[in-house]
């Protein structure tokens, strides 16, 4: 997964094959502005001591009092964070003050902030329950067709709302499809749900 977040962001170009950003080949942008257009939100959620606005505008430093409030409803992060002061609420070093699953949402409302094109979610809701999880990709898809997302997952069931799944094993692509494509053409995926599901997670 590191590998293709570094393709997407371009720390090095592919050597067979290409990526395009809408219609214009990714190496034809600069570095500034690709990085630009990406929102990168990892498993472990970063945070600095300060408010939760210093934390938004450290993303977006013209966003608006409105902008950086709807990127937290989006990311279920607002009802949390009225409780405790709203935009001024204060976020102690590396957000300790927060639990994962809280923190993860406010990264999330972060990114969202700074208006990506792309927003990569790598393992980034790994923290919330599964309901939770389902309305942050809710609110998530309803802003297509302006933002792209791009989620890296060991869930199923984050996946399987995805217009396309690329099903990697040891490193290679085993399966690319819809979820309901991969259950019926990808043995490995078809085990990975199976197992999931043995869990108490639905498909």
Not at 15 to 35: A, V
Not at 54 to 69: C, G, H, S, V, Y
Not at 120 to 135: G, P, R
Not at 187 to 201: L, T
Request: charged letters at 25%.
């Amino acid at each position: 997964k590191t590998t293709i977040i570094k393709l997407i962001e371009r720390f090095y170009d592919p050597i067979q094959g290409e990526i395009f950003l809408g219609s214009e080949n990714l190496k034809n942008y600069d570095l500034e502005t690709i990085r630009k257009y990406i929102g990168l939100v990892s498993q472990k959620a970063v945070l600095f001591k300060g408010t939760i606005r210093f934390n938004l505008k450290m993303a977006n430093p013209l966003a608006t009092d409105e902008e950086m409030l709807s990127a937290l409803k989006m990311a279920l992060a607002y009802d949390f964070i009225a409780k405790k002061g709203g935009l001024e609420c204060m976020v102690e070093e590396n957000g300790r003050n927060f639990s994962g699953g809280q923190r993860q949402r406010l990264t999330i409302a972060i990114a969202l902030v700074k208006k990506p094109k792309i927003l990569i979610l790598d393992d980034s809701t790994s923290a919330l329950d599964y309901m939770t999880d389902a309305l942050v990709r809710k609110n998530l898809s309803d802003l297509s067709p302006t933002l792209t997302t791009i989620i890296i997952s060991q869930r199923a069931s984050s996946l399987k709302e995805a217009n396309q799944i690329l099903v990697l094993d040891n490193g290679e692509v085993v399966g690319i499809g819809t979820h309901f494509e991969l259950i019926n053409n990808c043995q490995i995926y078809k085990e990975i749900c199976a197992s999931q599901n043995k869990e108490g997670r639905n498909f």
